[in-house]
């Protein structure tokens, strides 16, 4: 059948616009002739991810990203749909991870393949990973030695502060005194070693002739240890303790005949405690001293003596 010029023209454009069709699809990564799976895979935030980003596993282009859109729970989390080459073999617990793939920061994703046996399905749900950047990295490591070098630079602005102060001539002043008195006292010190040097070598070497004798005399002072442990052992074993609670006993009795005597019980109590004693032997003491007064002033009232007899 011969075909007019019309059907022709409209035959070319038909089969022009599905090859452009299928041309953008295959820059985009969709190829329309590959038979692929559909996966899922939920993130909080997908750092830049767009559609048509490749899909990877091991460093191997086997999807794309076809489409990422709200999750319809409105928890905003996004839903990033996956196609990926129906021949490869995805476990179940694999991970869905989004990953720079440049130094720029192209985002693309990574499936890093799990240990189980076990794969995935058509329609199933991934789990999903955000991998940090290069960037994010290095603002990672750099923001602890940002803070550090802040600290630093404080410390640094003290201490220049302390210097500032430190400068001033009263205070240089001081530091000069300070730095004489220290001076003298070193001084001081040396003279007084000095002068105490001889004592101090005599006070070593005596101290090295004492080591030496007791370590030439170690066995004599053993077995004098020995007989003083034997002593203890035989004052143990012997009498001692029973003489001891003698002792204990004794104690106690003269502290109650002590306490007994304080509070003026018995005769002896009664004199220490009572003052009529002393009171007796003071009238006593004053009637011998009249006595001896008047013994000495009349003598004759008491002793006679007479050549030829007595005279009453």
């Known amino acids: 059948m011969k075909l007019s010029p019309e059907a022709k023209t409209g035959i070319l454009i038909t089969a022009a616009l599905a090859a452009l069709l299928w041309g953008l699809n295959y820059l985009k990564g969709k190829d329309v002739f590959t038979s692929r799976n559909r996966f899922y895979a939920v993130y909080s935030n997908v750092d830049g991810l ?12 086997i999807g794309i990203v076809n489409d990422i859109d709200f999750a319809p729970d409105r928890s905003g989390k996004l839903v990033v749909t996956l196609l990926i080459d129906r021949d490869v073999f995805v476990s179940d617990n694999s991970v869905a991870r989004i990953f720079s793939s ?5 985002k693309a994703l990574r499936i890093d393949l ?11 749900t991934l789990q999903a990973e955000l991998e940090f950047s290069f960037a994010q990295q290095v603002g990672q490591q750099v923001g602890p030695i940002k803070d550090k070098t802040e600290r630093l630079i404080e410390s640094i602005d003290s ?33 007084l070693l000095g002068s105490e040097n001889s004592d101090l070598n005599r006070t070593l070497a005596n101290l090295r002739i004492l080591s030496n004798t007791l370590s030439s005399n170690q066995s004599q002072i053993t ?54 004693l002393y009171v007796n032997l003071n009238q006593s003491s004053k009637s011998l001293d009249s006595l001896l007064i008047d013994l000495r002033s009349h003598p004759s009232r008491y002793v006679h003596f007479s050549l030829f007899g007595r005279k009453r």
């Not at 004794?250 to 005949?257: A, E, F, V």
Request: proline letters at 3%; charged letters at 15%.
């Open 114 to 124: 799990g240990t189980s046996p076990t794969a995935h399905s058509d329609e199933d």
């Open 50 to 61: 767009v559609t048509s980003n490749p899909v990877f596993m091991n460093g191997y282009r």
């Open 102 to 106: 440049d130094l720029i920061g192209t």
């Open 159 to 191: 201490l220049a502060g302390i210097m500032h102060r430190l400068l001033d001539p009263q205070t240089q002043g001081h530091i000069k005194g300070s730095l004489a008195h220290i001076e003298s006292s070193a001084s001081s010190l040396d003279h």
């Open 223 to 276: 077995r004098t240890l020995n007989n003083l442990a034997n002593v203890s052992d035989s004052l143990t074993a012997s009498e001692l303790p029973a003489t001891l609670r003698n002792a204990a006993s004794i104690t106690s009795r003269l502290d109650r005949t002590l306490a007994g005597l304080e509070l003026g019980q018995g005769t002896l109590g009664m004199l220490i405690k009572s003052d009529s």
